[in-house]
């Protein structure tokens, strides 16, 4: 018996959050990767950390995805504007992952949706690694978990 395989995490939680970005803003990159790849002056990041299982039997498997949306925006000379607007970005984001915590996405011939989608925690210029070293760099970090099942 051969057995299918669906990248589950990519196809159907990651790809599907970067299109309602992409959708939503028409404007900077949106991108999926582990740490940030464009310094450009507004970008959006999103990564899968981890993933927990919550149920598994023969018929099926329950999962919990962790995933980091980092918005990053560059301003070398920040004034109140800038700190205004990088926060409305930050809370719009919000809005959005909150608006889209059911969501159903078809690949090929399957259908798979995540749900009980929630932003566990933001927070604000905890900057990683090369984020440090970028000068102006500003980073709203979100922690948006969801889960997902799958009937095999």
């Known amino acids: 018996m051969a057995v299918s395989y669906d990248n589950v995490w990519f196809d159907y939680i990651l790809d599907p959050i970067r ?3 992409i959708t939503e803003y028409n404007y900077g990159k ?5 740490s940030i790849l464009h310094k450009d002056p507004f970008s959006i990041r999103i990564w899968g950390n981890s993933t927990e299982t919550i149920s598994y039997n023969q ?4 999962k919990q995805y962790i995933n980091e949306i980092s918005l990053y925006e560059i301003e070398t000379n920040p004034s109140e504007a800038f700190y205004k607007q990088f926060l409305n970005d930050s ?5 959005l992952l909150f608006s889209k915590n059911n969501l159903s996405t078809t690949v090929g011939s399957t259908t798979l949706n995540y749900y009980d989608g929630i932003v566990e925690s933001m927070t604000i210029n905890d900057f990683a690694d090369e984020e440090d070293d970028i000068e102006g760099l500003n980073v709203c ?3 948006f978990n969801c889960t997902l ?3 095999t």
């Open 19 to 21: 299109d309602f970005f």
């Open 59 to 62: 018929s099926e498997w329950v």
């Open 141 to 143: 970090k979100f922690e």
């Open 91 to 95: 809370e719009r984001i919000y809005q």
């Open 30 to 34: 949106i991108y999926i990767a582990p």
């Open 149 to 151: 099942s799958r009937v």
